[in-house]
């Protein structure tokens, strides 16, 4: 999880709110991702990043949007157009010479 | 999309056995990667086997890949309780977009 952190680790949501979630790295590196994973299954993409100022959609982006203004942050915005967002979030990062993917410790979001 | 299904589901073994999962795959891949995950923790690199390898090991992990059947196994051997977690297969298909597209999990118990 180093050089990664997701805020908050919890996150409450009532039905019909906006939330962001908040992904942070002091890695340097250039590409960033947020995934979904649901109970007992695996990873889903929804948006990732392979520059500042630009990303694009994953498998699931629909209800979700991020922005990349920074190298360093890419938040995700969890809209009221997700209607199944209850799910753990994580976001993930890969620099330019390698193909693995470094995992923040993920944020668990929960509407009410 | 999930390119990739791992089998089994789950795995208990004894502590001091050996815990052996299988990935399988649909498209062609730049290489496939696992991760491990640890309950309610983001992902964890373990190894990464390019589609040109056949077998790669580090310490008392043992990946092997054949591209024919498009299959992957991971072998962890003579594990310990702190083995215990959810094991998945990543696959970084050839489409230079660098996304990684999980499989389902295989979560190994490992009983003391």
């Known amino acids: 999880d180093g050089g990664i952190t997701q805020s908050p680790k919890y996150l409450f949501r009532k039905e019909g709110q906006n939330v962001t979630l908040s992904?942070?790295?002091?890695?340097?590196?250039?590409?960033m991702y947020w995934y979904r994973q649901d109970p007992g299954q695996g990873l889903r993409l929804i948006y990732y990043s392979q520059i500042v100022n630009d990303f694009q959609k994953g498998d699931i982006?629909?209800?979700?949007?991020?922005?990349?203004e920074k190298k360093e942050s890419f938040p995700l915005t969890v809209?009221?157009?997700?209607?199944?967002?209850?799910?753990?979030?994580?976001?993930?990062?890969?620099?330019?010479?390698?193909?693995?993917?470094?995992?923040?410790?993920?944020?668990?979001?929960?509407v009410l | 999309s999930q390119q990739g299904e791992e089998d089994p589901q789950a795995l208990s073994i004894q502590e001091g056995e050996n815990a052996t999962m299988n990935c399988s795959y649909k498209t062609s891949i730049n290489n496939?990667?696992?991760?491990?995950?640890?309950?309610?923790?983001?992902?964890?690199?373990?190894?990464?086997?390019?589609?040109?390898?056949?077998e790669k090991h580090s310490g008392r992990l043992r990946v092997t890949l054949d591209t024919s059947k498009?299959?992957?196994?991971l072998l962890i051997t003579a594990s310990r309780a702190a083995d215990t977690?959810?094991?998945?297969?990543?696959?970084?298909?050839?489409?230079?977009?660098?996304?990684?597209?999980?499989?389902?999990?295989?979560?190994?118990?490992?009983?003391?």
């Open chain 1, 79 to 110: 809209t009221s157009a997700q209607k199944n967002p209850t799910a753990f979030y994580l976001c993930a990062t890969r620099g330019v010479s390698t193909d693995t993917q470094y995992f923040g410790p993920g944020t668990r979001l929960t």
């Open chain 2, 85 to 112: 977690a959810s094991y998945f297969c990543a696959t970084d298909v050839m489409d230079s977009s660098y996304k990684l597209i999980f499989g389902s999990g295989t979560r190994l118990l490992v009983r003391p």
């Open chain 2, 70 to 73: 498009k299959s992957s196994s």
């Open chain 1, 61 to 68: 982006a629909e209800g979700y949007s991020v922005s990349r």
């Open chain 1, 23 to 31: 992904c942070e790295q002091n890695l340097n590196h250039d590409a």
């Open chain 2, 32 to 54: 496939l990667q696992w991760y491990r995950q640890n309950s309610g923790r983001g992902l964890v690199h373990l190894i990464l086997i390019r589609s040109n390898e056949r």
